[in-house]
């Protein structure tokens, strides 16, 4: 009886530590600075454009350079969610441009909502440094 319990203990155990670590792994946070190289796709076309990120904590800011020139970045990074949005000038009109994803480490992807003149989906490559 005292084997069955000790047995019993001890796979509770292991699931809990299991099911923690998979938690753990599932909740970490990844620090998206540096530049990254963007696919977009929209109803209205495609692009190639390159942002440059600084995140400190949970806060993002950084650059958008791409067809509509550039501008300035402000969003957030929780856990692996991304969301960041800029303002560019498209054909004589602010257009609000709205990025939301995830990241895995070296990538990103997700939807895009570009005012109410388009969607799309983009992803997303880390540039590596030049050594």
Same mark, same amino acid.
């Given at each position: 009886?005292?084997?069955?319990l ?10 809990? !530590?299991?099911?923690?670590?998979? /938690?753990t ?13 963007? &696919?977009? &796709?929209?109803?209205?076309?495609? =692009? ?6 600084? /995140? ?6 950084? /650059? ?10 402000? =969003? !957030?990074?929780? =856990?692996?969610?991304i ?7 498209? /054909? ?13 480490? &070296?990538?990103?992807? =997700? ?9 799309? !989906?983009?992803t997303?490559?880390?540039q590596? &440094?030049?050594k």
């Amino acid at each position: 009886m005292r084997n069955l319990l000790f047995i019993l203990a001890a796979a509770c155990l292991f699931a809990f !530590t299991v099911i923690a670590a998979a /938690q753990t792994r599932d909740g970490e946070s990844v620090n998206v600075s540096g530049t990254w190289i963007f &696919e977009v &796709e929209t109803s209205v076309g495609s =692009g190639s454009p390159t942002f440059t990120f600084k /995140q400190d904590g949970e806060r993002l800011s950084g /650059q958008y350079k791409g067809a509509f020139g550039e501008a300035p970045v402000a =969003g !957030t990074v929780k =856990g692996k969610e991304i969301k960041f949005s800029f303002t560019v000038n498209a /054909q004589g009109s602010d257009v609000a441009m709205t990025y939301t994803g995830s990241v895995e480490t &070296e990538r990103m992807k =997700g939807k895009l909502e570009a005012g109410n003149l388009a969607s799309g !989906t983009w992803t997303a490559k880390r540039q590596q &440094e030049k050594k």
